[in-house]
């Protein structure tokens, strides 16, 4: 198990840019999948952006692809996982979660089932 903690939620307007971080308590190099997910009130938790640690695969949801970008840092003991998020629209608020899934690839990255361990979220609130 690893414990994740994400960070740097806030609140921007339509058009601004976040980032947002997810610390790892262990190194990623040998994990297989780490994952951003998001969740608005009244709706399903959604996968938003994946990479495959071993190869630096990234995958996107259709509806972030172009403005959200998926990256890792192993470069420190603790791994960071990172969403820089550009072009924020208010349909992207949302608590944003980091989860990372131990064995085999990405193929299912869309699937919250899949993934093993989770972070405790971050809050994302785009106004118009």
């Known amino acids: 198990q690893v414990q994740l903690l994400e960070s740097g939620g806030g609140s921007v307007q339509a058009g601004g840019s976040l980032r947002v971080s997810c610390a790892a308590s262990?190194?990623?190099?040998?994990?297989?999948?780490m994952g951003w997910f998001r969740q608005a009130p009244g709706k399903e938790r959604e996968g938003v952006a994946a990479i495959y640690t071993n190869a630096g695969y990234t995958y996107y949801a259709d509806s972030v692809k172009g403005r959200f970008t998926i990256s890792q840092d192993n470069a420190n003991a603790v791994s960071t996982l990172y969403l820089s998020m550009n072009s924020l629209k208010p349909e992207d608020t949302a608590m944003y979660y980091c989860a990372v899934k131990h064995y085999g690839d990405c193929t299912r990255w869309r699937e919250p089932a899949v993934f093993d361990d989770w972070g405790q979220g971050t809050r994302v609130t785009v106004s118009s």
């Open positions: 262990r190194h990623t190099y040998t994990w297989a999948c």
